[in-house]
């Protein structure tokens, strides 16, 4: 079952995969809140584990940065391995001034400004929307521990570094933040007909650039996030 960039075998993986971004956050995630974690994979650096939390198996894997990197490994995840719902926790940079350090963002839909979808040769333009059963749960299990959060549109940008300058275009259109894999891993869970979730703690302010954490702090201090989507894990 092994491929190019995933060293696992069927049934290794969990029906449910925890997916940050940084594989030394899935480290953080298996060692923190997983019991009897295993490590399943490590070819490329691309740390994934499977463990137990309150009884339950759940894997956490990372993705690399943008939609090419999560691409690849959803794909595999969704189509090899038989994984049945991808939540990626992840960070992004605030558009809106009230979302401010460490507040949460459900992702019901992610624009982009990229071409993945123009592999499915759609006479138009294809909009990523979330699974809306995990949306619901990740709504009440937040609700019912008093975090911040706000549900809606983000952007899933392939630039970080942006010459254009366009983020004040998407901000006012109400899109809530920017960051790179989302949409990449919402078409691959539509197309595969699996379900998929971006949890996402605001990590600075593209409108106020003296609001911005470090990347010590991205790594391991992101927890509301990761609590939630291990409670809403399948």
């Known amino acids: 079952m092994a491929t190019p960039h995933i060293n ?8 449910t995969v925890i997916m940050p971004g940084d594989p030394l956050r899935a480290k953080y995630i298996a060692e923190n809140f997983l019991e009897n974690a295993v490590l ?36 595999e995840l969704f189509n090899i391995f038989d ?14 001034e009230d ?10 839909g992610a624009c982009n ?25 990740a709504v009440s299990v937040a609700n019912e521990n008093g975090y911040k959060f706000k549900v809606g549109n983000i952007l899933s940008s392939d630039t970080f570094y942006d ?12 899109v809530l933040g920017v960051e790179m894999e989302a949409a990449a891993l919402y078409m691959n869970a539509l ?9 996402l703690t605001v990590s600075d302010s593209i409108i106020n650039p003296d609001e911005i954490t470090t990347a010590l702090e991205r790594q391991t201090t992101f927890n509301d996030m990761i609590k939630i989507a291990l409670e809403i894990a399948e």
């Open 40 to 75: 399943i994979n490590e070819v490329r650096g691309m740390l994934a584990y499977t463990g137990y939390y309150n009884g339950k198996k759940v894997s956490v894997m990372g993705s690399g940065m943008g939609q090419p990197s999560i691409g690849i490994y959803s794909y």
């Open 113 to 137: 400004n990229g071409n993945y979808a123009n592999q499915y040769n759609l006479p138009g333009t294809f909009c990523p929307i979330a699974d809306f059963n995990l949306l619901s749960k």
């Open 191 to 199: 197309r595969a007909k699996k379900k998929a979730l971006a949890i």
């Open 99 to 108: 979302l401010h350090l460490r507040d949460l963002i459900f992702a019901q």
């Open 83 to 96: 994984v049945e719902s991808i939540i990626r926790v992840g960070s992004c940079g605030s558009l809106q």
């Open 8 to 15: 696992a075998n069927k049934g290794d993986f969990a029906k």
């Open 163 to 174: 010459d254009s300058s366009s983020a004040l275009s998407w901000k006012k259109m109400g």
